[in-house]
């Protein structure tokens, strides 16, 4: 290996049969290098980003400090380099910190394999954006599929199983996510890149996105501009019209305006008041649950006494 140094040195085959079984233990133990920064790249298509948030900051610290405690784990590609499979920010830490090289588990991983890996141990981050999660659950249920998994959502119960249990039944199981929400998370990525950014804003919610990416790009397109418009985004009623609508091939430009600009039960006025200053108003013989039609009519009767005086004057 290139540009590698080798911090601890394994045994031969020879030399393990001299060890007792706790010798050979340490001896099959990960064999960490220091790996140079410029000879390793990025994980093609990697979901998970790496954000220059306080966590960043204080891992930056602990790496000038204390260096990386925990090594990244590489594969060795056909061209001699290396691809991270776990510690895109351990790398990028070391980078901001000024280092040259950083400790690495050098591990023999299949292009699938590496996936499935690369997701596992990305997941146990404190927090995952909805597009970070959307295209993992994409990417590790494409390596099962190529492995001889099935990452068919809705294929029939007796088909595609792998000794009974569903790629699908696998992610869940794992995740915590149900079999239903991976499901939903995958359709994210059907999303055009600004709507799903709106999502890992927070801007749209979680629901909505999943109907609107059922629409076409270029509905999609035109949904981004009338957002951009209107300076609202669609709720889940609306989201499933316009999915409807879109279904029917009627979902022009206009009509996603016209949906868009509806009312939204959270968007209209609430009065409320307490029952003890309204009750002092209104007649015992009044029930409570007539208390809303009498006020309603009483403020009727004000109105036309004040319209009375108007045209009297």
Known sequence: ???????????????????????????????????????????????????????????????????????????????????????????????IAGLDTIRAEIRDLTRDEAIIFMVESNFQRSTILPS????????????????????????????????????????????????????????????????LDMVDEGKIAFRPAVELSYLRREEQDALLECIAYEEATPSLAQAIKMKRFSQEGRLSEAVILSILSEEKPNQREKVVFQAASLRKYIPASIPPQKTQEYVLKALEYYQRYLQRKRDAR
């Open 1 to 95: 290996m290139s540009g590698v140094r080798k911090i601890d040195l394994g045994m031969t085959g020879y030399d393990e049969l001299f060890l007792d079984d706790k010798g050979r233990a340490e001896a099959r133990l990960p064999r960490i290098y220091e790996i140079p920064l410029a000879e390793i790249d990025d994980f093609p298509d990697h979901p998970f980003q790496v954000r220059m948030d306080e966590d960043m900051e204080q891992l930056v610290q602990s790496v000038r400090e204390r260096g990386v405690l925990t090594p990244i784990v590489l594969r060795q590609k056909e061209d001699g380099r290396y691809e991270i499979v776990s510690g895109h920010r351990r790398r990028r830490a070391c980078e």
């Open 132 to 195: 970070e999660k959307a295209f993992s659950y994409k990417m590790r249920l494409e390596a099962m599929k190529r492995q001889g998994r099935r990452t068919d959502l809705t294929c029939a119960p007796v088909e595609h199983k792998l000794a009974g249990i569903k790629s699908r039944d696998i992610v869940a199981a794992e995740t915590g996510d149900s079999k239903s929400q991976v499901q939903r998370y995958i359709r994210l990525t059907e999303l055009i890149p600004p709507l």
